[in-house]
């Protein structure tokens, strides 16, 4: 049977036949599609600089292009375990407790994922109830709104003080009988805020006192400066069996179009999230998973490198920055510089818009990371190699010139 050509939820032809399918409210309606990636798109329309989207234009490690074809060439091309391949969970367990300070049997509390997106709503459907409140500080990545959303959750958005740091205050009256779990981002994307340990226990306090789970964001533990360690959430007294850390490979080595990510959390949690993820995506790229224990073996030289290099480039970009008048303050991690554009008279879709079009950078809306507001914001990434960010600091710099 032929079916009219109406498109869906549009009205059929004068046939006196009904469409074959009709649009009907879905979860989907309460979110838009990534502003970020549509950013990157409009980037590649306008061929400007991708200032937006947080991946490298430099290669990665070599160590890892060349194990990556040996997993290929080795015929690790089917399935791997479902939860994540033997070598890479062990080799991660190694890992996290060497440098994180938490300990997870490899066999019953690591899973491998699709990135760390997949992670975050894995673990989410892993333990939301419809209705149940998920605590989202604010601002944040954008998808974690939605995450809680198409998991059946509530979220609740909990603004961060003037200096991104957590208010007590707005933070313990957000949890209620209702709060499921905590989302936190350390360091964070957009802000660059690395959280201290005494904001950690802070939040760790209320989880315990609330039976919430903290869920932890960590993808860019290793990009910190000034002197700043990085803590996880899981290693604090009384956190191990309460926390889902996420964790990625994405943008420690460079390797954002991989997909490799992973979550760590006890047995309990990690059985659950198991399911979810085999019912999501079965597994992670098996040959990656074990090219990612390259990635694990490298020395501990390269992550003083990885540091130091960003750490230079955030200078180049911020410098810039503030020559073409955006104001703004050095990050404490990650590679984001969260700009105010209040001084230029624009709100930030239209800034954003102008910027690729008349200037030729891309940078990403403020109000991605928020609920309500953001307007009078603007991120950009450093993630580029040298030339790239000069030139990027050029253009913004001869921005008044662009034609209107």
Partial sequence: ???????????????????????????????????????????????????????PDFPCPQELKD?????VKADYNQYAITWGAKDLRDALAARVKSFNGMNFDPETEITVTCGSTEAMMASMLAIIQPGDEVIVPEPFYENYGPDARISGAVPQYVPLATDFSIDEEAMKAAFTKKTRA????????PTGKVFSKKELLFIADLCIDNNAVAITDEIYEHIVYDGRKHVSMGSL?????????IGSFS???????????????????????RKIHDFLTVGAPAPLQHACVAALNLPESYYRDLAT???RKRK??????????????????AYYIFTDISGFGMRDVEFARCLIEKVGVAAVPGSSFYCCGGENRLRFTFSKKDE?????????????DAPA
């Avoid at 194990?67 to 997993?71: E, I, N, R």
């Avoid at 970009?317 to 990050?331: N, V």
């Fill in 1 to 55: 049977m032929k079916h009219a050509k109406s498109g869906i939820g549009k009205p059929a032809p004068a046939t006196g036949r009904k469409t074959f399918f009709s649009v009907h409210p879905s979860r989907a309606d309460s979110f838009t599609e990534s502003v970020i990636r549509e950013m990157t798109r409009l980037s590649l329309k306008h061929n400007a600089i991708n200032l937006a989207q947080g991946f």
């Fill in 309 to 311: 290099e960003y750490d």
């Fill in 316 to 333: 180049i970009l911020f410098t810039g920055l503030r020559k073409a008048g955006f104001a703004c303050e050095l990050p404490e991690g």
């Fill in 67 to 71: 194990a990556a074809c040996a997993s």
């Fill in 237 to 245: 007294d009384g956190m191990h069996d309460r926390t889902i850390t």
């Fill in 388 to 400: 790239t960010l000069n030139e990027a600091c050029m253009r913004l710099e001869k921005m008044g």
């Fill in 251 to 273: 943008k420690t080595y460079s390797v954002t179009g991989w997909r490799v990510g992973y979550t760590l959390a006890d047995a309990a949690l990690t059985s659950r999230i």
């Fill in 182 to 189: 905590v989302i936190l981002n350390t360091p964070n994307n």
